[in-house]
């Protein structure tokens, strides 16, 4: 008989507050274990693997991380727009270190992922943040990995400690999103 108050959801959460706390490579079944203080084959009355378990997580990061996407983006166009989802990007990335590592690099692998219905709903957002610069179709996807690349790298950068020059992250952070808005605005032009 499972445990009470165990359930798929809490242990997934209960992972990926974990994940947060000591990495994303050190997760372990083990650990997540001894944090939920139960048997390690308890858990698996509530997932199958730490594969599967893994996907959960990136599903569950995707979720929030399109969440506060949308929030970041209501009511906004053009610079406000993409300057307003960067932010809420990297915000997220800063508070949940490893549920963000397992959404943001691995794309969903198709038909049964988890982490497909969430990551289309990011897509949508940036889609409609990058329709405000006229881009649309393949214009939409080739700007989608550029704004991905960009973002991620910085905050990846971030995170691992690689700026260690004196000037203000954020002016930089800045700068990035300046360079982004006008290439992005100059997308189309010969």
Known sequence: MPRAGLSRPVVVAGAACLAD?????NLTLAALANR????????YKHID????????IGALALRELGSELRTAAVGKAGR?????IASAYRAYAH???GRYAAGALAAPSGDGDARVPPAQSILRTIFAVLEGYGLRGDDAVHATRVLRSCIHGFVALEGAGGFGMPQDVDASFGHLV????????RWGAP
């Not at 706390?21 to 490579?25: D, K, L, R, Y």
């Not at 939920?36 to 858990?43: Q, Y």
């Not at 693997?49 to 959960?56: A, H, M």
């Open 95 to 97: 508070a949940h270190p």
């Open 21 to 25: 706390e000591i990495g994303w490579q």
């Open 36 to 43: 939920l203080g139960v048997k390690l084959p308890s858990l």
């Open 178 to 185: 300046q360079a982004l808005h006008e290439s992005l605005s």
């Open 49 to 56: 693997s730490l594969e599967g378990l893994r996907i959960d």
């Open 80 to 84: 406000d727009a993409l300057s307003a």
